[in-house]
């Protein structure tokens, strides 16, 4: 498949933005109630740069030729829209998988990196932070930095740094410095808190590569532009596979959501699309370990923006746990706390045992290992009510190579392979 990569509504391509409506950020950075940019004033300036230029940035002629060469011969994309024709027999119905794992690094995340530098160094800027939780950023942020000859210092909490120890040594590899946070949790909020201390710090020679679709006014927005090239894509390869551009499910897992948003963005206005998000539960909702946002939280701020915080009724973090470190995050972007008040979107929750269930369901059907985090979106095909009829997208957002430490421990045993151990 030909497929011309341009960024942000300039022609028909991969990368077109939807017309503008409801379902878009506004000229003040929020969608409804959500979004914002609550920032400390040593911050306002390069936010401010931000705002004021990555759409004429984004829009150019030479960052449109650039982004999408790279995309193209460095990524690999088009990323293959499978049918995974086992899985669908199972559940009775058609499930295609959005090989996002295929991608150079291993997840979707790349997408966002590669538009990020660019960005970056047409602001002039010398040095890259970044945080991480499952790694797949960071890797992202340490591969794109190689390549475009930059510092790079990403931080990552010091707990998933010893379950994602393998992304840990590619970082490293690839030339960057990984500073492990030691406060709170030790895991992703605590990451993306020392990064915003960072760049406190550093003002004017350094841009914060966020990985996801948080923090202030532009990153939500200018996240999810990037990641859109899932969802264009899905919309071509289904007209040729189908013989119609719209599926009637698309599925992703949320942590703070850039798989899903690039995932839903190209069919937020086209409302016989269900689009859903699959949040973790960790050990269960009322366990008092989970990292499932939607489901528990309040509207308040967390790293620039409003949005859903599990919080207590004082306002305090709640720490989350899941078994992914991906999605083990408090809020959520602002794009789905916006989805999920005006309906557009459902989200659910899947705990930790079924993401193991699904990942090894998946292993064994289609020969296919998932990262923990696309294992939870995968958990409930299950609770969908799918029939024959439907076409069901499900974004598989990474690969399961940084996973198998975890894996190994539950696998399942020979005389039952659809059953893990149990989880605890």
């Known amino acids: 498949m030909s497929i011309e990569y341009r960024v942000g509504g300039i022609a028909p391509s991969v ?56 995309l193209r011969d460095y990524v690999g994309r088009p990323s293959p829209l499978y049918f995974a024709r086992r899985l669908s027999e199972k559940y009775q119905t058609r499930i295609y998988l959005k090989r996002e794992d295929l991608n150079h690094t291993g997840a979707h995340k790349i997408n966002n990196t590669i538009g990020q530098i660019l960005l970056a160094k047409r602001l002039g800027k010398k040095r890259i932070i970044a945080e991480t939780g499952a790694g797949q ?30 992304n840990v040594a590619r970082m490293r590899m690839l030339g960057a410095k990984v500073v492990p946070a030691m406060s709170g949790s030790r895991t992703l909020k605590d990451a993306t808190n020392e990064a915003i201390r960072d760049w406190v710090n550093h003002p004017e020679d350094t841009h914060y590569i966020i990985g996801s679709v948080v923090g202030p006014h532009p990153y939500p927005d200018m996240v999810a532009r990037f990641q859109s090239v899932i969802s264009a894509e899905i919309k071509q390869q289904l007209q040729a596979e189908t013989g119609s551009e719209l599926p009637t499910h698309v599925v992703a897992c949320v942590g703070g959501g850039s798989n899903a948003a690039g995932s839903f963005y190209h069919f937020l206005d086209h409302v016989s699309v269900q689009l859903i998000g699959v949040e973790a539960a960790g050990k269960g909702l009322t366990s008092g370990y989970t990292a499932a946002t939607i489901a528990l939280g309040r509207p308040g701020v967390i790293h620039g923006s409003k949005t859903l915080l599990m919080q207590t009724e004082d306002g305090q973090i709640i720490e989350p746990h899941s078994i992914s470190a991906g999605l083990d995050y408090p809020g959520v972007g602002p794009i789905h706390a916006y989805l999920h008040a005006t309906g557009r979107a459902i989200y659910l929750s899947a705990t930790d045992q079924e993401a193991l269930d699904a990942a090894f369901e998946l292993t064994r059907l289609e020969g296919i290992i998932p990262a923990l985090e696309s294992a939870h979106a995968l958990a409930k095909l299950k609770d969908l009510q799918l029939k024959p009829e439907h076409v069901v997208v499900v974004c598989l957002s990474g690969r399961g190579d940084k996973d198998m430490e975890t894996y190994l421990r539950f696998l399942p045993a020979d005389d039952n392979p659809t059953t893990t151990e149990p989880y605890s």
């Open 137 to 166: 950023h960071g890797v992202a942020t340490a591969t794109v930095c190689a390549l475009m000859g930059m510092e790079c210092v990403v931080y990552m909490g010091e707990v998933d740094m010893q379950r994602q120890a393998p």
């Open 15 to 70: 990368l077109r933005l939807a017309r503008p409506g409801q379902y878009q950020v506004n000229e003040k950075g929020y969608y409804g109630e959500f979004g914002g940019a609550f920032i400390p004033e040593m911050l306002y300036r390069n936010v401010a740069e931000l705002r004021e230029k990555y759409l004429d940035i984004m829009n150019s002629a030479d960052f449109q030729e650039e982004f999408g060469r790279l």
